[in-house]
Structure formats: structure tokens, C-alpha cells
């Protein structure tokens, strides 16, 4: 299963390393991480997408991420109401006409061409991972010259829906 | 004196390097020891050492991984953390294994490590290595500093990472400009309260956790202890043996664990584990109710973990959440120092089944399948050669290993009554580590009789620092249970590997009594089992170091054994 956690790190030197490297010694299987600054000085929020077996594993990858030192809070957020944001930058090639024809392409993504030459075109696009690799397939077709996505970041809406308790559920 | 040379003269006094200023948070730190060993990076770290009158004695090794694991020794009989100084490279990279062990073991350390001059950090400089890359994965953390003022802090905050929660090593990287330069202003030393929000490890326990505890232990009709070093670390030898007794609950042993409940104490069925004893581990098996205080789960005491512990609800009490249910699913979860958690389940109202038939099941099997081994006037039997280490001892003194057979003889017939008496390389196992560590062990224990129970393979790992214990006139007395082998990797070709005994036979051993002697120590031997008494007999009696070399027979295996990939009911060599 994928998870999306989020944790909340000091902004010490190492901080990055120490924490791929545990990662990667006890085997987790990362699709992204995303480092950044966040609201507080000093703090970054890093966004970790990752390929879990089974709950037990969850449950260690969280534990170890806490245990660091510069590490002040993690978060499971995938069952959670989030906002979970991705970017890419593709270049297609093509002629003129075919650039026409992509520009009807990602009009329904919200995507926008940043970059025109001769015989490419370099668009950017932002929104959760499917979307975007829906689009990537759209474009194919026309010949991908170059594709860089960030991974993801993510965090909690504002608004939590209220947990609905249904009867007997615990049962199920 | 001119007026001009007075004012210099204040003013080189007022001069503090970098180096001094470690000094004085070493000081206030209060270590009173520290293990090293110079180089061109810790020069001026040496050279402050030399000028000042530092309040703690700087032990010279002779080998960088002496040094460390002198350390090591040095902190798991005191309970201090372990103070390491080396210079940057070869000397950072030849304490990697012990910071490595240490982190397995979770010993507190704090190693300096020299680093060159930040201005060619990353330029491949002469003796430079990445020790902040290198010493991640087996650090609990590690600093390098950037700035000259931030050094008292680091320092501080060092000890208090290695030794608070569940202990480990800590490397501060200070590269030469930083401990030559000279401070600013005098720069503000003490080892006053650090704050480090992502770091507050949770000391007392959830007390509903402790109901649930409780309620499980009356409840149970076979429960027993696991008992690891935790209730070492947590000084809870005392709160547990007040529980096992209050409840009459039997207590295994892991092996790092002997010495936290007493050895000889009725409930307690010895080491548990791939070369435990039977009584233990089906034990384990056979348990309603498995109780652990501070052990992790290692491989090597679960065995196959489809077989462990298959009937029993597993509490899990330890300082560190992460182990909780990383190898065994736990359906009570105690997150608190073992001390707190047992003071507080001895301070609730339990009253336990009667369950007596469970602990005469338990005392049957003990008397029936006791370790056993053979006795020849041939040879000396190594199994008995540990047996007289602890009749001549008394069972009084702390014991050092390496790793292998003879680790495995001292931990089954060398059974330990007081915590911090046993000093031994667990997780990472590692050759070369018993000798030096009964260094580190006798500097913090200076009264005390200590014994390096050493293989002739890992004693000529670190043989070198021979020359420590002469020049200090330590007493510490060498035991080597020489089989003229790698009898741990003998014994495995021997099982699994159709006789092959690929390497692990040594065609030729030196003669380690000239090896002392050459050193200026005393060399004994000992060829049979009169010599054995008597060169032991002598050789506790004398105050000073003694080497004794004990010829054992070659083919003896440790048993009982759980071969890999088996579960704790299925021991091969359970008797004769």
C-alpha cells in the first residue's frame, strides 16, 4: 500500500542523510520525499510517499522516523482530508501543428506551456500523481523529450470531516 | 616585569583556544577518563591537554579501536558515558566497530573525532574521511562543528543524548581550526539542562498501560520475565527481583540481560536464547504471559519467530518505542524506563494465581536438562575452565568476552548475581573486544578483580594494548580459552557444513606467555586441570596483570544449541 507521511524536522546539517539512510537501512521502499522550508524558521516539512507491505512494517517506519533526534513530529496523513500537490515539467516535441494539438491536450489539466522552441514545448503541470501521470500518458504520443516531477507534498485541510461512527461497525 | 610584558602576559592568559574549551565542558561534564590517541587533526586538542591541568586522566591506547572499546567497557561498568578522542581518518575509521558495537549494545560514548580544517573539508584533504557520513547509520547522533561557540552546547548536549533514554553513542567532528582558533570572548561552559524538543524520551509509564500489566500477571497461569539489559541500564535490578519475588514469576535472561535478575536466585532460569538452557527457553515456548523489561527481541534469543513465545500474550516494556513490536507483536505496549514501570507495577495491588505447578514444571526441566559437558584428564575442558573462573573469582568479578565460544561458556557457567559485572559484545559480536574492554572496565572499577575471558583468535585482534596495562599496572587478569581455533566457526562447519573447517583452524598460535612476558607482564599456562586451579589461584591472588594462557580441547562445541531457522522448542544437544 502507499502511504503519504509528512514529518516536521530541525533544519540541521545531516538531517536529509540521516534520515534517507535509515530509510534505506531497514529497507523502506520510498516513491518521493520533498524537503522544504516551512511556516516556522528553522523547520522544514518533508513529504515522504512510500510503498508499504503491511501495517506492522507502517507502524516501525513511524516509530524510527520519531526516534531521530531532529525529527519533532510524524504523520500518517493518507486516510486523512488532505491537500496533496505534485509538479512536473515535460517537454514534448512536435510541429507546429502537433503544438497546436497539445495545447487542447492539457487544457483539461489545468496544465500551462512555459517554454515554446521550434520543435518543443515545455509544460508544467501541478495536482495529485494520478492526474499527472494521466497526462503523461495523453502525451506520450507526441514524444516526451524530458519529464522531471518534484514528488509530492502534501499536508491536512483546514476542515476534518467528522469520523462517522456507524452502528455496529466494529463488527464489520 | 614591565607594565607592557604584564599586559601581554594577561593577555596570552586570556587567550582560550578551541581545544581548552572542550576541555573545560569535558570537565564540566565530569569525566574523569577519556581514551585516545593522538594525531595531526587533535593536535591542539593534545596540546591543551598538555598545558592545562585537566581534572580527568587521558588513557593512550595503542590501537584506535582499543581505545573505544576500552570505552565501551569503561561506560557498561559505570554507567558513564564512555569518552573516546581520536584524530580524523584512519583514526575516526578505526573506531567505527566500536561506535558500531556500542550503538548495537546501546553503551553510551561520546567520541571526538579530530576533522581537518574546515576550509579543506571536501577537498579529499590529507587524513580526511566523511566521519559525519561514515558515523550516521551507527551513531544516535553525531555533530560536526561549524562554529566555535556552539562547541559547549554540542558538548553538552552530547552527553546528554548518549546517556539519557535509551543509551548510545554520540561523535562530535571537530575539524583543527575550530579547536585551535582562538576564542573571542571566554565562552560560557555548563552542563546545565539542554532542551532538544525532537528528542524527550518518555520515562514513566502510561499507568493504564501498567492496569492492563497487572491485570495480565493475575490472570496468567504461566507467566514469566524476560529481563534484558534495559533493567541494567534503568538501575531496576532491585525493583525487578521485588516483582519476581512478590509474584513468585520466574525471570529468563537475555545475554546482555545477566546480572539484572541474580544468577543463583531461585526464579531464575538462567540465559535464554540460541545457546541458553532448556529450562529457559521452553520456558519461553511454553509461557501464558511473557513479560519484557528492556530486551529487544535479537534474532538470536527469539530463534525462528513463528515458534516464539506461540501461547502468549507478550507485554513489552522498554525506553524506546521503536522495538516495541518491531520483531514480536505485542499486545501490551509499555513505553517507560524499566526502574519507573516496575516501581510502579510493585506499587499495584496484583494478587497472582497460584501457579506452582507451572514453576516446579519449570524448576523439573532445570534439574533434568542442566548445561552439560565432558571431562577428560586429557584435556581441559573449556566449559569446566569457565566453571573455575567463577570458583576462583569467588562469582565475584566482572567478566569481559569477545565474541564465540567462549563468550557463550561464560555467559551459561559463570552465572552473575549483581548487575554491571558482565561486560560482553552482544548485537555486533565482535572479535577483539573483551581485552580492551577489561581495560576500560578495570580504570572505572579500579577495585574490583577483573577477567578477560578471551579466544586466542579475538585476544590477537587488540593484543596490542598489552602495553596499557603494564604501563598503568592494571590488574587485569587475561583468560585465554585457547582452543587454537575459531571454535564458534569450527563448531558451525562441523554442524552445517559437512567438517569443512575452511580457515578457522590455526596452523600456528604465538606462545602467548612470551607475548606477555615480552610486554613485561606476567605469562602463566595451563595444560591440564591441576595446572588450571593453581595458576588460577595465583594468578587472582597477584596485583598486577597476568596473562595465562589454557590449552583447551579443540573439538568442544557450546551446547545446548537452536540451530538457524528454528524455533526455541526444537535444541539440539539438550543432553549427553
Known sequence: MKRIITADVQNQSGVLNRITGMLHKRQFNIDSITVGKSERPGISKMTFVVEISDDQKLEQLTKQLNKQIDVLKVKDITDKAIVARELALIKVGGNAQQQAEIQGVINPFRASVIDVSKDSLTIQVTGKTDKIEALIALLRPYGIKELARTGMTAFLRGNQPQEVTEINSHLV | MSVKAEQEVQQ???KVTGADILIQALTAAGVDTVFGYPGGAVLPIYDALYRNDAPFKHVLSRHEQGSVHAAEGYARVTGKPGVVLATSGPGATNLITGI??????SLPLVVFTGQVASNVIGTDAFQESDV??????????NYQVRDLEQLPKIVNEAFHIASTGRPGPVVVDIPKDISSSVSAQKAEVSSSNCYLPGYQPNKKPNPLQIVKLADAVSRAKKPLILAGAGVIFAEAAEELKTFAEAHKLPVVN????????????ELSLGMGGMHGNYAANTGIYDCDLLINFGARFDDRLTGNLKHFAPNAKVAHVDIDPAEIGKNVETEIPVVADAKKALAALNDTDITANDHDEWLDELRENQTAYPYWYDRSDRYISPQWLTEQVYTASDGKAIVTTDVGQHQMWAAQYYPFDQPNKWVTSGGLGTMGFGFPAAVGAQLGKPDELVVAVVGDGGFQMTAQELSVIKERQLPVKVVIVNNQSLGMVRQWQESFYEERYSE????ENPDFVKLAECYGIRGMKAENEAEVKDVLAEAFAYDGPVVIDCHVEQKECVYPMIAPGKGLHEMIGVSR
Open chain 2, 100 to 105: 558500531t558495537d556500542a550503538m548495537m549494545d
Open chain 2, 132 to 141: 559525519m557520513g561514515i558515523t550516521t547509520p551507527v551513531t544516535k547522533y
Open chain 2, 504 to 507: 578457522s583452524i590455526f596452523p
Open chain 2, 254 to 265: 537475555t545475554l546482555l540481560g545477566l546480572g539484572g535478575f541474580p544468577g543463583t536466585h
Open chain 2, 12 to 14: 596570552t592568559e586570556k
